[in-house]
Antibody
Framework: QVQLVESGGGLVKPGGSLRLSCAASGFTFSDYYMSWIRQAPGKGLEWVSY????????NYADSVKGRFTISRDNAKNSLYLQMNSLRAEDTAVFYCARDRMVRGGIDYWGQGTLVSVSS | EIVLTQSPGTLSLSPGERATLSCRAS???????LAWFQQKPGQAPRLLIYGASSRATGIPDRFSGSGSGTAFTLTISRLEPEDFAVYYCQQYGSSPRTFGQGTKVEIK
């Protein structure tokens, strides 16, 4: 079965950096786009970024463009999100998700990892 | 950016009743690239509907989606106790992908 397991969240000071990871299993990772979505405490869902199968294409929400970098390692079945210049408003649970793009959108989500940005 | 507006914000219903949730887009959603997700407290969202009307794998047939263009609906024909949750619509046809703000279906 499809499994996505995020890690790397934690408490970081404003201006700091954090790298999230997502370990995928149960499907052919290299066949799928992957996305990151976040949810601030008590708030709704916000799409953050996606990456194509071979890393050729990436896309970011304006709120994180220039600060966050998505990447993947198909040999390790892993997705990453490098987050720099973190702000208090980046505090959220970050989910990785399998993305079928126009063939059906996001279909599986991980359980999420909490990122807290506070001094 | 396509803005999705969900209504109502909260729906108070009893088990066995019908739930009708609305999602309106500020621009036409291309090729009905619209999905519905269910989220329960402390859990990740779960895909219910994609392509505006296609049920995801394992989703009971009491869930149905309809609509096109700028108006979409999620209907739960008879609410079961496990259906009380928050529901989000999302468009994935244009960038940036956007979500609605959610509709909470609560027990009356």
């Amino acid at each position: 079965q499809v499994q996505l397991v995020e890690s790397g969240g934690g408490l970081v000071k404003p201006g700091g950096s954090l790298r999230l990871s997502c370990a995928a299993s149960g499907f052919t990772f290299s066949d799928y786009y992957m996305s990151w979505i976040r949810q601030a405490p008590g708030k709704g869902l916000e799409w953050v970024s996606y990456i194509s199968t071979s890393s050729t294409y990436t896309n970011y929400a304006d709120s994180v463009k220039g600060r966050f970098t998505i990447s993947r390692d198909n040999a390790k079945n892993s997705l990453y999100l490098q987050m720099n210049s973190l702000r208090a408003e980046d505090t959220a649970v970050f989910y990785c998700a399998r993305d079928r793009m126009v063939r059906g959108g996001i279909d599986y989500w991980g359980q999420g990892t909490l990122v807290s940005v506070s001094s | 950016e396509i803005v999705l507006t969900q209504s109502p914000g909260t729906l108070s219903l009893s088990p066995g009743e019908r739930a009708t949730l609305s999602c309106r887009a500020s621009q036409s959603v291309s090729s009905s690239h619209l999905a519905w997700f269910q989220q329960k407290p402390g859990q990740a969202p779960r895909l219910l509907i994609y392509g505006a009307s296609s049920r995801a794998t394992g989703i009971p047939d009491r869930f149905s989606g309809s609509g096109s263009g700028t108006a979409f609906t999620l209907t739960i024909s008879r609410l079961e106790p496990e259906d009380f949750a928050v529901y989000y619509c999302q468009q994935y046809g244009s960038s940036p992908r956007t979500f609605g703000q959610g509709t909470k279906v609560e027990i009356k």
